[in-house]
Antibody, heavy 115, light 112 residues
Framework: EVQLVESGGGLVQPGASLKLSCVAS????????MSWVRQTPGKTMEWIGD????????NYAPSLKNRFTISRDNAKSTLYLQMSNVRSEDTATYYC????????WGQGTLVTVSS | DVVMTQTPVSLSVAIGQPASISCKSS???????????LNWLLQRPGQSPKRLIY???KLDSGIPDRFSGSGSETDFTLKISRVEADDLGVYYC?????????FGSGTKLEIK
């Protein structure tokens, strides 16, 4: 069974950095592109970006690429999202998904940016 | 970015009645492969999104055939032939053809 478990969310101050993790199981992690998606409190969905199966290539939403970095550790079956200089508008639930087909989603991790 | 315009914002449907949601894209979703990467997702209250349909009309495993997807180019529709109580939630269309991938704003289905 495919499972994606995000962690690392919480309350963070504006301007700080935060790193989210997504541990995958139930499939060969190194065979798949992986994506991050976020959902604001108002329920707006936004694709953040994705990363190639070997970590050699990434795509980002243009509005986020200067502050967000996606990486992976295939030995640990783990996907990461490094967020820097966070803003109040980054407050959202962050989901990892398998590839660009969006067939599998984690349960999400909530990030709240507030002083 | 491709803008996905989803309507209606909400709809209230009685059990056993049909429902229809529209999603229009600001440009054609036909990719260079000739495939159209249009998905429909359902997010039930308190849950993560779940994909129902991919490539416009292909049902995911376990999704009842009460659900159907249709459309082409820029105009797409999700139909539920007979709404059941378990269908309540927010439906999103999502295009995976053009970077950055983009979502519709969602349609909230309530049971009347």
């Amino acid at each position: 069974e495919v499972q994606l478990v995000e962690s690392g969310g919480g309350l963070v101050q504006p301007g700080a950095s935060l790193k989210l993790s997504c541990v995958a199981s139930g499939f060969t992690f190194s065979d798949y592109w992986m994506s991050w998606v976020r959902q604001t409190p108002g329920k707006t969905m936004e694709w953040i970006g994705d990363i190639k199966y070997d970590g050699s290539y990434t795509n980002y939403a243009p509005s986020l690429k200067n502050r967000f970095t996606i990486s992976r550790d295939n030995a640990k079956s783990t996907l990461y999202l490094q967020m820097s200089n966070v803003r109040s508008e980054d407050t959202a639930t962050y989901y990892c998904t398998r590839g660009g087909w969006f067939a599998y989603w984690g349960q999400g991790t909530l990030v709240t940016v507030s002083s | 970015d491709v803008v996905m315009t989803q309507t209606p914002v909400s709809l209230s449907v009685a059990i056993g009645q049909p429902a229809s949601i529209s999603c229009k894209s600001s440009q054609s979703l036909v990719g260079t492969s000739g495939k159209t990467y249009l998905n429909w997702l359902l997010q039930r209250p308190g849950q993560s999104p779940k994909r129902l349909i991919y490539l416009v009309s292909k049902l995911d495993s376990g999704i009842p055939d009460r659900f159907s997807g249709s459309g082409s180019e820029t105009d797409f529709t999700l139909k539920i032939s007979r709404v059941e109580a378990d269908d309540l939630g927010v439906y999103y269309c999502l295009q995976g053809t053009h970077f950055p991938f983009t979502f519709g704003s969602g349609t909230k289905l309530e049971i009347k």
